[in-house]
């Protein structure tokens, strides 16, 4: 059964950075795009960025642009989310996604990982 495993998550000031890391195992990594998602608080699970199967191309959420950068090394079967910048309103839980294309369907959620931006 596909496996992913976030981690990196932790409380960081406005203004700071974090890199999140999802690991991925039991399935081919290189063949999916991932994806990570982010749920705040009373609010539904948005799409903050994406990354082909390959690593070519990769889009983002306009509330991360300039901010958040997605990278994977298929190698490592690894997905990476560097955040800077960070606004309050980037907190949640932060889950990565292999999908069978950036627009298509997702495949399997990992369980997330926590973001608090505080003071």
């Known amino acids: 059964q596909l496996q992913l495993v976030e981690s990196g998550g932790g409380l960081v000031q406005p203004g700071g950075s974090l890199r999140l890391s999802c690991a991925g195992s039991?399935?081919?990594?290189?063949?999916?795009?991932m994806s990570w998602s982010r749920q705040a608080p009373g609010k539904e699970r948005e799409l903050v960025a994406c990354?082909?199967?390959?690593?070519?191309?990769?889009n983002y959420a306009d509330s991360v642009k300039g901010r958040f950068t997605i990278s994977r090394d298929n190698p490592k079967n690894t997905v990476y989310l560097q955040m800077s910048s960070l606004k309050p309103d980037d907190r949640g839980i932060y889950y990565c996604?292999?999908?069978?294309?950036?627009?298509?369907?997702?495949?399997?959620w990992g369980q997330g990982t926590q973001v608090t931006v505080s003071s």
């Open positions: 990354i082909t199967s390959t690593g070519s191309s990769a």
């Open positions: 996604a292999a999908r069978y294309t950036c627009s298509g369907a997702v495949r399997s």
């Open positions: 039991r399935f081919t990594f290189s063949n999916y795009a």
